[in-house]
């Protein structure tokens, strides 16, 4: 499952809400090291992102800063468990201002997420 986030050729294709695809400008899979892209939705806009690693611990631990607004700080940790992994998915925001504004939005995208990395993981 690491590898599915740390190849950005693998990234690409499972991250982001359902029917959204993205663009990398730059990877750099490093504490310190940055990462801009653009999702682009269904409807036709384009949503900019640009982060900045803090923490990666091979295979278990990455942390990264989302350096624009929204600004959040994402930790994903790995954990083994009988027979597969956990993945514990902490976006932690700002303000609680900020994320009540947001949740109606973060909630089902992430589910949308995880069912694309889920179905990513299973057909490669």
Not at 29 to 56: K, Q
Not at 87 to 101: G, H, P, Q, S
Not at 105 to 116: G, K, L, Q, S, Y
């Amino acid at each position: 499952m690491f590898e599915a986030f740390s190849d950005p050729a693998r990234l690409t294709l499972w991250l982001g809400p359902a029917c959204f695809t993205s663009t990398f400008e730059t990877y750099d899979f490093r504490p310190g090291g940055e990462w801009v892209f653009v999702f682009h939705g269904p409807n036709g806009v384009d949503y900019p992102n640009r982060s900045r690693f803090v923490e990666i611990v091979w295979p278990s631990r990455i942390v990264y800063d989302h350096v624009m607004p929204p600004h959040f700080r994402m930790t994903m940790t790995l954990d083994e468990e009988a027979g597969g992994t956990r993945l514990t998915w902490r976006m932690a925001f700002e303000t609680v201002a900020l994320w009540e504004a947001l949740k109606g939005v973060c909630v089902p995208a992430n589910e949308e997420n995880f069912d694309r990395l889920e179905s990513h993981l299973c057909h490669s």
